[in-house]
Every structure is written in structure tokens, then in C-alpha cells.
């Protein structure tokens, strides 16, 4: 490997779009607007940006401003945002002089959605930009809607291909990740609206497309539209590759003193990548001085226990990690930093291909092989350019770097050759290592086979489900559905959808017969019924065909599809039980998707906890292990969820394909009064944190958006209240966005301050723990309920462990509820439903009037900056004369982020 002689440029900041489009706009004059007129104007604003147009740019948005559909196959960091933004700036511009309809936006992933939400408010004002996602809807009849493929794809499903004149008719659609169409489980709905929209002009981007004779020969002839395709594309930055054999701490060293970083190791498994960093810490990255910068750089910026104390280690030794397990604030910071130029390294995974947001002069791939969720098996060709065209940007470099380093036996064995040297003895007795058996191996070869081929071509994976065939079924209650026979009637728009996708005639034989058997269980269910319909052609003048019998929920195939029965499911639960909010959350929880990794983690904790009990019982091992398979996460409410969402099922089919998954998380916490730290420390979920948090903002929303008021007790909005404080004190951004989704504002003093935090490093301000007294008090509840819990278990080495600093020990502890427990049993203490009743805790803020002989006795208000809480015990006699009594410190719970507790008493009531 030798040192490039072209200097990597690393300027500090990329180039980004600036002032907004709409003083560029041509006025309406009632007719289509002037292609040339636009072209101008477009090209006008791209230069006052300071990015004129590259030529294939020009080329693509000429032939999009006459009419043309385009599919730009150019290579990454060619500019294909800016001509969507063009494409986006044509279809405005029509639809403003009466001549349009929408234009659609369409990413994988909902977190580009949003990205590109925000980029396009910037360019065209948030009047005229919308959002669409399984969160939110923001803004859903503007004229620019951004949103997920299966959301369109959807729409597409449901209305039908609309006519021109329509206010809400789809004009345009551009579509970002295009190769998305050849995903197995995603790829139907990126296919989808090129059936349905036969006069949408689309826009299909991707820098791995591969051929598309194919493609674009059916679309043209769909449509009647010219097809053009922009594939010939200079990349702005171009690539070398090459095939190392050198150990890989030496490559990275080399690769940084020879001023060829950033570099971005790609591993294909987030502990790879983590470990990768961790031996990196051997190796001298950055100076003192750049050490310091760092530090300077990363200022005040908070770390949070487990993974936030590594990576803070790890970036101040000058090397970053990054990989989608992280909170979004350290993948920021990452980022940040490595656009400062101050991380030579960053260690992470393949998902950079999708997305991340840091200048990579060279990319080191250190392996070629990954596991697909089935099997191990080598990248393929669109794979591996999909992560190789992540090197070199423009505007940072001018030149790119991929370097794939060879598997470990072959780097040891030659550099076991390298010591034998020209000795044939040495040479002679040399013993070669072999790739690990079983392993899936990789050579020379595949890189260069990797490096030389196109991406394959793209294979459809159009499939059928309830969700399809109820959505082209709705179209004939849909207002907004076009008139016209293939339009209208569900039979013929489904047989055109199942017999002319892009599939094989086998292949659409199966989709027919699945599309059959979808049929008959609608029957049965009632929801469809077979009708005759008007046919003059016909001998009898009929055709028979079918309508739906039932109102479909709006937008039921849009958001989460078991929102619905989480609504249904809570006239099951009793609003007046002492369990009621936990019961309200679990049902929630039972709707959401599985967070694998928690809930692994929490089998792991049961199981652990299962063994040494059957040990401690004298189990023998053999029944040990069969007895463990029985033992798995809790799931709480499932013997009453799983009857009533099979009944639902048999009425509501379009949940056919969902799956219930009773689950406790958030009850979880609530239940052990955990902190989000506590959480991740207790089921060893430190490298995945950031799934912990997505799945605890996923719970807030669905909380805040689906619990009916009618279930929105005290209790409840206590919850909502804390789990939003929870989820902000980790990491606000993923509360924030998704609220300034909610209120979208053209605000140029907002933008500056947020410009000015994100300069400075800074994160937005935290709210003291008490600054909502609602999610506060939830706090303190589970803090007063866990020392239940453990007085109920006579666990006094772990209460001595909540208590001691406050003078309670474990034996303090013991000696006050040795009366209660003498008198009453072992379990003189319930810590069931009955002992969560609201009316057995007291909590009292400053200057309220204590009880009379409560302590402290010497106070007869409580004192400023305390809240008094007395917690009654439900002991078997049912006299409810026993309690814990506390003093809440504010301002130490307000530095600590969570309720300081200080037992005063424990206890028979005076």
C-alpha cells in the first residue's frame, strides 16, 4: 500500500443550500409554466447557493421540466438532491398556475424523511411542505409531502391513479434509495407506484441501480412518457481501490500519517466495530494538541453512564464509533467532530451506506462477508459500491480511497512468510493457518470481482397482502378515486394489479391465488359481499364484482397497524383499579414492535434469576434446562390481549398480517422504579442504547397519540408526563423533532439559535427533574413503591443500599418492621394491585400542613424545598396503619436527576 500524492482537502464545512426558492418562481399565468423559464430560474438559485450545476444535473432537470420521467443512476456525492429540489421547484410552480398536483418525496427510512422534511422547509417555507410518516402527519395538504415508499405506496393502493385535475392528484413522485425496489421485504412498495400512477412523472434516484433497460422500457410504455435515463455521470470525486495484506493497526496508522483521513473502518456487527475502537487505543491517533482540541471541542457536552464513559474515552484518544445502537446524541457528536477534521478514525457499520453525515476521505472494509439474518454470505456487488461510494465528497476531497483488508489467516500467514525471510529451513517448516472451518471466506478475487461489477439488476418482489387488497378495494368509497371502469371497480383494479407487475406469469399465478384466499376470509368476515355491476358489453348487462361492507379506520395501512385495537382493547380494563396506568401502558406496549435486544435482555436477567432458585431447590441440571425453556420476558395483560385480538382479527382482517406482542418495558421501569441508566446497566444493553431509547419515545407517542380520555386518569398523565422527561433527559432530539413536526414555523431567529447551539457544541438545555411536577411525582411514587416492594421481600441489604447515606441500614430496616411481621407473617406486607391504590400515598410540597405527630415532629408545615411523602403499607390485616414516611430533597433531586429520598420513619402511624 503507498500513500496517494493527491492532498485530501478537508475544508470545515460542507457547502449547503441557502435562501429559499420562492422568490424564484415564475408567476402563475394560468398555463404550464415555461420549461426554459424554470430552468433559469432554478439554475439562478443553485448559483446563488454556490453550487452551480454539474452538466448531468443540467441534463436531468431539462428533461424533467419537459415532461420526461427520469431515472438518475448517478454516482454518490453526484448532486442528486439538488435536482430533486428542481424537480420538487417544476411541480410548485405548475401547481401554482393551476396546471399540477402534489409532489411526493419518498425515502426507506423515516429518519431521511424528516431530514429532508426540514431541508425542504428551508427551500420552499413550511406552508408548502408536508410530512407523512407512521408518527405524524404535519401538514398533509401542502403540496410538497415528504414520506415513507410504503406510505405512497399505499396512497397509490387507495385512490387510484387520479386524474390531473384533482386537487390532491400525485403529479410528481421522486424516489431517494431507488434500489430499495429489489429489498425482499420492502421492494413491493417501491414498485407499487409505478403501476398505479401511469401519469405521475417520476424521479427515480440511486447511485446502485445497475441496468434498467427493462425498467424504463415498461414504463414508457405504461405511462406514454419518455423515459430518460442520466447515468454517464463524472464522479466528483473520484476512487482508487486496493487489496491489502498488511495488519490492520499499521494500514490505519499509515493511512493517518500520510494524510489520507478521515477513515471510516467498516465492520458488519456493532461489537465488532466497538472492539475495533477499543484496540485501537494502542495506537497513536492524534497529537497532544489535537487531543486538546477535542476536549475543546467537546466542551460541556454530557456523557451518561455505561457507553457515554467509553466513547468519551475513545474520542478524546482521537478515535470515533459510530453505528445505529448509539443514542442520536453521540452519533452527532461523532459526526461533528469528524467534520472538524479532529477524528482521524472512525470505527462503525455498514450503515453508513444509508446516510451518515461526516466527510470520509477513505473507507476501509475489513471484511467482505456478512450475516444477512439467515445466513453468512458474501457482499453483494451493490452492497459493497453502495459503502465504497461513501469516500471522497465533494467539497472535502479530491480523492476517494476504498481499501479492503484480506482475512486475518492470510494477513498472519504472510506476515509469518515476511519473519522466514529467504531461509528455506524456516520457510520449509512454516505452517500455513486456513480460513476458520464453516466460515464463509474471501480472497483477492472477490474483491475484484466485487470492484469490477455493476450492481446486479434490480429483481422485483411485488407480493400481496390484506392490507393491498383492502386499500384497492377502498377506492370504490373513496371520493377522490377517478372515474373509469379500472379506476372504480375493486375486480378489475386488482386483477390489473396482479397480472401486469413487473413478476414472472408464475410468479403472478401466486399472487392470484393469495389475492384468492385474502378474498374468502374478507367474506367470511363479513367485510366484503359479492355485488353485480352494470355492463352494457355483457350479455346478462352485469359483471359480478365485490364491495366492502364495512368503514375501514382512516389511514388504517398508513400508521401503526394495531393502534386501532390498542384503542378497542382499553374498554377491557377498569379505570378505578389500582393497576389501571400500568395496565393502559401495557397495552400500548403490546402493540409496538419488539425491541429484540431488551427484551433478550430481560429473558437473560429471568433466567438467570430461575437457575439459581432450581439450585438452591436441588434441581438436577437435566430438568434445570428444560424447565428454563418456560422462562421468558414478562408479558403482562397477554391471557387477556391475546382472546380479544383473535376476536378482533376475525372482524378487523386488515390486522391479519400484525402480530401481538405483549411486553413489559416501560411497566418495567415504572414497576422497579428504574432510570433509563438503570435499565441499560441492569440487562447489559449498554452497545444498544439507542434501540433502548427509540423504543421508549416509540411507547411516549403512541401513549400521548392512542389512550382515549375517557383512560387518561391522574395516574395516566403522570405517566405520559414521566416518560417524556425520561425520554428528553436522555437524548431531547427524538421528542423535539418529532414536536416541531407537530408546529412547523418559518422562524429565521429559531433557525439562529439552533445554528448557534449545534456551532457551539452545545446541547439544548436539560429541565431540572422537578420542573414538571407531573412526571416528578410519578418519580417519587416508584421510588416510594420499590422500597415496598423490598420491605415486602425482606431484601434489606438492597434497601440498606437505597437508604444508607439517609442513616438506614439494613439492620435499621429490619428492626422497624420486625413487629409488623411478627404479627402478621411473612407476608404482612402486599405489594399487589390493592397496595398500589393512589389513597395509600400522601405527598405533600412545601408549606402544606403536616399530619399531626408526623415527623419530623419538630415541623408543623413542610419545609421549603422538600416534599413530604408518607407511603401506607396494604399489611394482611387490612389496617393500614403502618407506612413509610420520607423527606424529598429538591434541589439534590434537581443535581442528581432523580428524587433524593430521605426516610424520616418506618413504622406505625401515630
Known amino acids: 500500500m503507498t500513500a496517494t500524492d493527491a492532498p485530501s482537502t478537508t475544508p470545515t464545512t460542507a457547502p449547503r443550500p441557502a435562501g429559499t426558492l420562492l422568490p424564484y418562481l415564475p408567476a402563475p399565468t394560468g398555463k404550464a409554466p415555461d420549461p426554459d423559464v424554470l430552468f433559469e430560474g432554478f ?73 429532508k422534511f426540514f431541508d425542504l422547509v428551508a427551500a420552499f417555507g413550511s406552508r408548502n411542505v408536508g410530512m407523512m410518516t407512521g408518527d405524524s402527519a404535519v401538514n398533509a395538504d401542502a403540496p410538497i409531502i415528504c414520506c415513507t415508499a410504503e406510505i405512497l405506496a399505499n396512497l397509490a393502493l387507495r385512490r387510484g391513479a387520479g386524474s390531473p385535475g384533482d386537487d390532491d392528484f400525485i403529479a410528481q413522485v421522486v424516489m431517494d434509495e431507488f434500489h430499495y425496489y429489489g429489498d425482499p421485504q420492502r421492494g413491493w412498495a417501491w414498485q407499487v407506484p409505478l403501476l398505479e400512477l401511469p401519469h405521475t412523472q417520476l424521479l427515480l434516484m440511486s447511485a446502485t441501480l445497475g441496468d434498467t433497460t427493462r425498467l424504463r422500457e415498461d414504463l414508457e410504455e405504461r405511462s406514454g412518457r419518455p423515459v430518460a435515463e442520466v447515468a454517464d455521470a463524472e464522479r466528483p470525486v473520484p476512487l482508487t481501490f486496493s487489496y491489502v495484506q498488511e495488519p490492520l493497526p499499521e494500514v490505519i496508522e499509515e493511512l493517518v500519517t500520510t494524510h489520507r483521513a478521515p477513515v471510516y473502518v467498516v465492520h458488519f456487527t456493532q461489537k465488532d466495530a466497538v472492539d475495533r475502537a477499543q484496540a485501537l487505543l494502542s495506537t497513536k491517533l492524534a497529537s497532544k494538541e ?16 455505561g457507553f457515554g464513559k467509553v466513547l468519551s474515552k475513545y474520542l478524546r484518544a482521537g478515535v470515533g464509533v459510530h453505528h445505529a445502537g448509539m443514542l442520536p446524541k453521540y452519533r452527532r457528536l461523532v459526526e461533528r467532530l469528524t467534520q472538524r477534521g479532529l477524528l482521524k478514525v472512525v470505527c462503525g457499520t455498514d450503515t453508513l451506506g444509508v446516510g451518515i453525515n461526516v466527510p470520509i476521505r477513505t473507507v476501509l472494509m475489513t471484511s467482505l462477508v456478512k450475516f444477512d ?187 401503526a397497524p394495531l393502534s386501532p385495537f390498542a384503542l378497542a382493547a382499553m374498554d377491557l380494563l377498569d379505570v378505578d383499579s389500582p393497576t389501571h396506568a400500568l395496565d393502559v401502558v401495557s397495552v400500548i406496549e403490546a402493540t409496538l414492535d419488539d425491541p429484540r435486544q431488551i427484551l433478550y435482555g430481560q429473558q437473560r436477567k429471568a433466567r438467570g434469576v430461575a437457575v439459581a432458585e432450581m439450585k438452591a431447590e436441588g434441581i438436577e441440571y437435566d430438568e434445570r434446562m428444560e424447565l428454563l ?37 416501560v411497566r418495567d421501569m415504572l414497576e422497579q422504579a428504574m432510570t433509563f441508566a438503570e435499565l441499560v446497566s441492569i440487562y447489559g444493553l449498554e452497545r444498544t442504547e439507542g434501540v433502548v431509547l427509540r423504543y421508549l419515545a416509540d411507547a411516549f407517542r403512541a401513549i400521548r397519540q392512542v389512550v382515549p380520555e375517557e383512560h387518561r386518569t391522574e395516574d395516566v398523565h403522570e405517566v405520559i408526563e414521566w416518560l417524556g422527561e425520561l425520554v428528553r433527559g436522555v437524548d431531547s432530539s427524538l421528542l423535539d423533532e418529532w414536536e416541531r413536526l407537530q408546529n412547523p414555523v418559518d422562524d429565521d431567529a429559531d433557525d439562529i439559535v439552533e445554528g448557534e447551539l449545534a456551532e457551539a457544541g452545545a446541547e439544548a438545555p436539560a429541565r431540572p427533574v422537578t420542573g414538571n411536577p407531573r412526571s416528578f411525582r410519578r418519580l417519587v411514587r416508584n421510588a416510594m413503591f420499590r422500597h415496598v416492594e423490598l420491605a415486602a421481600r425482606e431484601d434489606y441489604d438492597a434497601l440498606e443500599a437505597l437508604d444508607k447515606a439517609s442513616g438506614w441500614d439494613g439492620d435499621a430496616w429490619a428492626d422497624a418492621l420486625e413487629d409488623l411481621f411478627e404479627t402478621q407473617g411473612d407476608d404482612a406486607i402486599g405489594f399487589g394491585a390493592n397496595a398500589r391504590a393512589s389513597s395509600l400515598l400522601t405527598m405533600l410540597e412545601p408549606g402544606a400542613e403536616l399530619p399531626s405527630g408526623a415527623p419530623p415532629s419538630d415541623a408543623r408545615t413542610v419545609p421549603t424545598g422538600t416534599w413530604w411523602v408518607r407511603q401506607v403499607l396494604d399489611d394482611t390485616n387490612g389496617d393500614h396503619d403502618w407506612a413509610i414516611t420520607a423527606q424529598v430533597d429538591l434541589a439534590a433531586s434537581d443535581e442528581a436527576g432523580a428524587p433524593v429520598v430521605t426516610i424520616e420513619h418506618v413504622g406505625q402511624i401515630v
Open 373 to 559: 439474518g439467515e445466513r453468512m454470505r458474501h457482499l453483494s456487488a451493490r452492497e459493497f459500491h453502495q459503502i465504497a461510494g461513501r469516500a471522497g465528497r465533494a467539497g472535502f476531497d479530491t480523492l476517494g480511497e476504498v481499501l479492503v483488508m484480506a482475512p486475518d489467516h492470510v494477513i498472519e500467514n504472510r506476515k509469518a512468510v515476511a519473519k522466514a525471510g529467504d531461509d528455506p529451513k524456516k520457510l520449509k517448516k512454516l505452517v500455513r493457518k486456513k480460513a476458520p472451518s464453516g466460515s464463509v471466506n474471501w480472497t483477492d478475487s472477490t474483491f475484484e470481482r466485487l470492484r469490477d461489477a455493476p450492481p446486479e439488476p434490480l429483481a422485483s418482489q411485488f407480493t400481496v397482502n390484506h392490507a393491498m387488497v383492502l386499500n384497492v378495494l377502498a377506492r370504490t368509497r373513496d371520493e377522490r378515486a377517478a372515474a373509469g371502469p379500472d379506476s372504480v371497480d375493486p375486480v378489475e383494479a386488482m386483477r390489473h394489479l396482479l397480472t401486469s407487475n413487473h413478476d414472472t406469469a408464475a410468479q403472478q399465478a401466486a399472487h392470484v391465488r393469495q389475492a384468492l384466499r385474502i378474498y374468502r376470509s374478507l367474506r367470511v368476515a363479513g367485510v366484503v359481499e359479492r355485488v353485480r355491476v352494470p355492463d352494457a358489453s355483457r350479455p346478462a348487462g352485469y359483471r359480478p364484482s365485490v364491495r366492502l361492507e364495512v368503514d375501514l379506520p382512516r389511514d388504517f395501512a398508513l400508521n
Open 290 to 305: 489535537e487531543k486538546a482540541a477535542i476536549a475543546t471541542e467537546i466542551g460541556a457536552f454530557r456523557f451518561g453512564t
Open 43 to 115: 439554475g439562478e438559485w443553485a448559483s446563488s447557493t454556490g453550487r452551480s450545476l454539474y452538466p448531468h444535473q443540467e441534463e436531468a432537470l431539462l428533461e424533467l421540466m419537459t415532461g420526461s420521467h427520469v431515472v438518475l443512476a448517478t454516482p454518490t456525492g453526484s448532486g442528486k438532491s439538488m435536482v430533486a429540489m428542481g424537480a420538487q421547484f417544476a411541480a410548485l410552480a405548475a401547481r401554482r398556475s393551476g396546471n399540477g398536483g402534489r409532489t411526493y418525496y419518498t425515502a426507506p427510512l423515516k429518519a431521511l424523511v424528516s431530514e
Open 629 to 665: 425453556e418456560e422462562v421468558t420476558w414478562p408479558r403482562p395483560l397477554a391471557e387477556l390481549l391475546e382472546p380479544a385480538f383473535a376476536v378482533y382479527k376475525q372482524t378487523n382482517p386488515w390486522v391479519a398480517g400484525a402480530e401481538l406482542a405483549p411486553k413489559s418495558v
